[in-house]
């Protein structure tokens, strides 16, 4: 009877290849001319609504943003769903949904360890290392491997690296509210519903009070609590505001897995001569 459980090992990069290929699509996307602009919140509007039985249905804040088209510098004005009360002034960024043309609201920042052209191509060598175990061609594997520490280790060295030299200056930003978003309905087995939980932070950039709905989540409402304070970073070069900033112990880490890649990349040479 034939061993299938050999190919299990293909399964981790299977899954980070699908995943970052889509990571990808969304990057093209958003790097296409016009795919995302500029825009300044103008009017803000909380909108909100009851069933008969007393249960919140909409809650809501109806927010209408103003940007220049980039093609023709024609201003323009949308109306947007937020869960964020956005204050009136604040810059935003808007992104066109390719599939419906609709804008949406972003932070306008992706804060990726690795690119997902890197994890894309982690993914086609975790399948190749599966590959040559399988047909026990150790050099090919062993080839694999040293690529993808390597590769693993520069992209963390380089994320820190890129992080140091864009000067970024720690704010101390507060919670105001958490952001609820229901990832799953309720069912036999889930009870309730499964959510995701989003904390929504205000802080001070440039004499002015700005308001955020993070990206770091939690599937625990207990992980975040009004008031408490969330730490991001500004960038003045670039008048962004970020979520991470540089961190020692992702270097070390870069360091150490970059340094394993070299060693066994010598060792396949060594092999070979």
């Given at each position: 009877?034939?061993?299938?459980?050999?190919?299990?090992?293909?399964?981790?990069?299977?899954?980070i290849?699908?995943?970052?290929?889509?990571?990808?699509?969304?990057?093209?996307?958003?790097?296409?001319?016009?795919?995302?602009?500029?825009?300044?919140?103008?009017?803000?509007?909380?909108?909100?609504?009851?069933?008969?039985?007393?249960?919140?249905?909409?809650?809501?804040?109806?927010?209408?943003?103003?940007?220049?088209?980039?093609?023709?510098?024609?201003?323009?004005?949308?109306?947007?769903?937020?869960?964020?009360?956005?204050?009136?002034?604040?810059?935003?960024?808007?992104?066109?949904?390719?599939?419906?043309?609709?804008?949406?609201?972003?932070?306008?920042?992706?804060?990726?360890?690795?690119?997902?052209?890197?994890?894309?191509?982690?993914?086609?060598?975790?399948?190749?290392?599966?590959?040559?175990?399988?047909?026990?061609?150790?050099?090919?594997?062993?080839?694999?491997?040293?690529?993808?520490?390597?590769?693993?280790?520069?992209?963390?060295?380089?994320?820190?690296?890129?992080?140091?030299?864009?000067?970024?200056?720690?704010?101390?930003?507060?919670?105001?509210?958490?952001?609820?978003?229901?990832?799953?309905?309720?069912?036999?087995?889930?009870?309730?519903?499964?959510?995701?939980?989003y904390?929504?932070?205000?802080?001070?950039?440039?004499?002015?009070?700005?308001?955020?709905?993070?990206?770091?989540?939690?599937?625990?409402?207990?992980?975040?609590?009004?008031?408490?304070t969330?730490?991001?970073?500004?960038?003045?070069?670039?008048?962004?505001?970020?979520?991470?900033?540089?961190?020692?112990?992702?270097?070390?880490?870069?360091?150490?897995?970059?340094?394993?890649?070299?060693?066994?990349?010598?060792?396949?040479?060594?092999?070979?001569?």
């Amino acid at each position: 009877m034939a061993d299938y459980s050999q190919y299990l090992m293909f399964i981790p990069g299977i899954v980070i290849f699908l995943v970052e290929s889509g990571q990808v699509r969304e990057y093209r996307r958003r790097s296409r001319y016009g795919a995302t602009r500029a825009a300044e919140v103008r009017i803000t509007r909380h909108i909100t609504k009851k069933d008969k039985f007393d249960r919140q249905v909409f809650d809501y804040f109806e927010t209408a943003v103003e940007s220049a088209d980039p093609r023709t510098g024609k201003k323009e004005r949308h109306v947007i769903k937020s869960p964020v009360e956005y204050p009136v002034g604040q810059k935003v960024e808007l992104y066109f949904d390719p599939s419906s043309g609709d804008p949406v609201l972003t932070n306008g920042i992706n804060e990726w360890i690795f690119h997902p052209w890197l994890g894309m191509l982690g993914g086609a060598l975790l399948i190749l290392l599966a590959l040559f175990q399988i047909q026990a061609k150790e050099i090919a594997a062993m080839t694999c491997l040293s690529l993808l520490l390597a590769g693993a280790g520069a992209g963390l060295v380089g994320n820190y690296v890129y992080l140091k030299r864009k000067h970024l200056t720690r704010i101390d930003a507060v919670i105001t509210d958490i952001y609820e978003r229901q990832v799953s309905k309720p069912g036999r087995f889930s009870g309730s519903g499964k959510f995701t939980y989003y904390p929504i932070v205000s802080y001070d950039q440039d004499g002015k009070t700005m308001v955020r709905r993070c990206n770091v989540n939690s599937g625990r409402k207990e992980s975040f609590r009004a008031g408490d304070t969330l730490r991001l970073y500004y960038s003045s070069d670039e008048g962004d505001v970020r979520e991470h900033g540089p961190n020692k112990l992702i270097l070390i880490a870069g360091a150490v897995i970059l340094i394993l890649g070299l060693l066994a990349g010598v060792n396949i040479i060594s092999a070979v001569v």
